[in-house]
């Protein structure tokens, strides 16, 4: 009867709509049909068709490239303590990390976890709003029980996005535009974030035209940051020998 009934003007008239020419009890069916499925769209589908706002115009600054993180065992992993009871521990290097991104990468946490958890944390770990937008599980489908993040609704030239997640379900399509890492465990010697921040700026100061290309390279190594630094070694030897 809630759903169902017609909507009421100001002055209490009932406002004519595309059922009002049926029967009653098929009118109460419709519109309750539509409120029903406008919910279902609410908890299945993103809250908005644009996540980002569209990019800056000159004489405003867009970075060039896109980098969007899963906020859970990325920057932060969730800690366990008689003492402390949960909290969230910080993941070594993140200051760093976003120091050395600042400019030449947008840098966008996407994560399925709710905003109560994650924007306090964030205001705490980001003191200089270096992080440039925040979304939460409001901008993720709800897919064969999974929050998948739906990268095609960033409003961002997918040439220039790169992903950086542990989860195989997090995605479900644009795969080529995700970086896999190992997922961190609360090591506390963990140097992962600054690997991957000189990793993100080798692409960026080579004008990678399409970041995928790069990607699907190191998507065949479990470990792609590991892959990358030893790569980096062996071009360190390679000039040290050739000198």
Do not use: C
């Not at 859970?72 to 402390?84: A, F, M």
């Not at 991104?101 to 399925?112: F, P």
């Amino acid at each position: 009867m809630e759903f169902g009934g017609p909507n009421l003007g100001e002055d209490g008239e009932v406002v004519e709509d595309e059922y009002s020419n049926h029967a009653v009890p098929i009118q109460y069916l419709y519109r309750t049909l539509k409120q029903m499925n406008y919910y279902r769209k609410l908890i299945n589908e993103p809250s908005r068709e644009k996540l980002l706002p569209d990019e800056l115009k000159y004489p405003y600054h867009q970075p060039p490239y896109t980098l969007v993180l899963e906020f859970k065992d990325v920057l932060v992993h969730p800690d366990w303590t008689y003492n402390t009871g949960w909290r969230f521990k910080k993941r070594p290097g993140i200051d760093q990390f976003l120091e050395m991104l600042n400019g030449i990468y947008e840098i966008v946490i996407y994560t399925a976890e709710l905003g109560m958890t994650v924007f306090p944390i964030l205001e705490a770990l980001d003191p200089n709003n270096l992080i440039t937008y925040k979304l939460v599980r409001d901008a993720t489908n709800f897919t064969d029980g999974h929050h998948v993040k739906d990268l095609s609704k960033l409003n961002r030239n997918l040439n220039k996005v790169i992903l950086v997640d542990w989860d195989a379900n997090s995605v479900l399509d644009h795969q080529d535009n995700v970086l896999r890492v190992v997922r961190w465990d609360g090591n506390d010697y963990d140097t992962t974030l600054i690997d991957l921040a000189n990793f993100l700026r080798v692409i960026a100061m080579s004008d990678v035209q399409d970041v995928r290309d790069v990607l699907k390279h190191y998507s065949q190594f479990d470990d792609p940051i590991a892959a990358f630094r030893e790569k980096q070694r062996e071009l360190e030897r390679t000039m040290y020998n050739g000198k």
